[in-house]
């Protein structure tokens, strides 16, 4: 009994250190860098892989959900987006631009499963550095550092633009609208993933709701979310768009992520060797946030947007030209 009251002693201590970690040492968004120095120290010590494996996004798990292993639905939503997108109909050799790539999970499945060219671009230098260390050279697959808000593509460069999670750092969701569709050649596909805050224009947030989504920008370096409503109008207002754009929510095929991610450190204790004390409560740290992520989707205060928009036919003049020029767009 004594021994039982020791273990849960310490595990109460842990947790105390864990939360106070995590109430002081907030990622709140400051510039570009900032996002870059967090997805840099995630990919340098290792934590976030070991858990999550290649894919740094939600996994798919149908509709409705069902049990499913973590790592093996991270690979399912990427099937699940190429299928909702229309790429599974795409000839080999249809070039991909991956912004957000983190360390490449998506963009080694899109080359090797679909035959795709791909390009996989992340603001982390470390990111791209573990990404090449994960990729087999046999892969059409390349990974550049570059600024999703000034991509350094001429107009017209890429068949397919695909994004999965990334939206939530672009502090200016009209210019990562622009940049989308601008690298786009005529008639090429956009298909996003994004998590998406409700409309607020419709329902503005309550009196919990304001602070919830405070912690969820702060904790994770996120300037702003956008609502899925919202940013179809960025995307139809860039006046790049041929017809409208496709949105879907797979708030109910993901959730079941949130409570997963946490899980793989209780069904995955060797992570306490392998990474030490440091490491146990640095993974504490992320455990408020990802329970207030499911209480935020879970109650509509958040949802998960899929978009899917094809680049219009228009005449080369109206259109800036030329890598970053975001500025002007």
Not at 141 to 158: C, E, H, I, K, N
Not at 239 to 263: C, F, N
Not at 306 to 316: C, T, W
Not at 318 to 323: H, M, N, R, Y
């Amino acid at each position: 009994m004594n021994l039982v009251f020791s273990v849960l002693g310490l595990l109460l201590a842990l947790l105390t250190v864990g939360i106070s970690f995590y109430l002081a040492t907030a990622r709140g968004y400051q510039s570009p860098d900032s996002v870059a120095n967090s997805y840099d120290q995630w990919t340098e010590d290792g934590i976030l892989e070991f858990y999550w494996g290649e894919h740094i996004h939600l996994g798919h798990y149908g509709s409705p959900p069902q049990r499913k292993d973590f790592i093996a639905a991270k690979s399912d939503f990427v099937h699940e987006m190429v299928r909702w997108g229309g790429l599974n109909t795409l000839p080999r050799g249809t070039t991909v631009l991956d912004v957000g790539c983190g360390t490449g999970g998506s963009s080694r499945i899109l080359a090797q499963d679909y035959g795709f060219a791909v390009t996989g671009i992340t603001i982390s230098p470390q990111q791209v550095k573990r990404a090449q260390e994960l990729t087999s050279k046999e892969l059409d697959v390349q990974f550049l550092v570059d600024d999703a808000m000034a991509l350094s593509f001429p107009d017209a460069s890429f068949d397919v633009v695909w994004s999965i999670e990334a939206g939530p750092h672009m502090p200016d969701k009209a210019i990562f609208a622009k940049e989308l569709m601008r690298v786009l050649k005529p008639g090429g596909v956009m298909v996003v993933a994004d998590w998406n805050q409700r409309d607020d224009r419709q329902k503005p947030l309550n009196f919990w709701e304001k602070p919830v989504m405070r912690q969820l920008l702060d904790q994770w370096s996120h300037p702003a979310f956008s609502s899925i409503e919202g940013f179809s109008e960025l995307l139809v207002a860039t006046e790049l768009v041929e017809g409208a754009v496709m949105t879907a929510d797979w708030t109910e095929q993901t959730l079941p992520s949130w409570l997963d991610s946490i899980w793989q450190g209780v069904a995955r204790p060797e992570g306490l060797v392998r990474f030490g004390i440091s490491g146990f409560i640095k993974s504490l740290r992320e455990v408020p946030t990802l329970l207030l992520m499911r209480l935020a989707f879970g109650t509509g205060l958040c949802r998960f947007g899929m978009f899917r928009a094809i680049r219009a036919n228009l005449a080369p003049q109206l259109i800036e030209t030329g890598p970053n020029k975001a500025a002007q767009l």
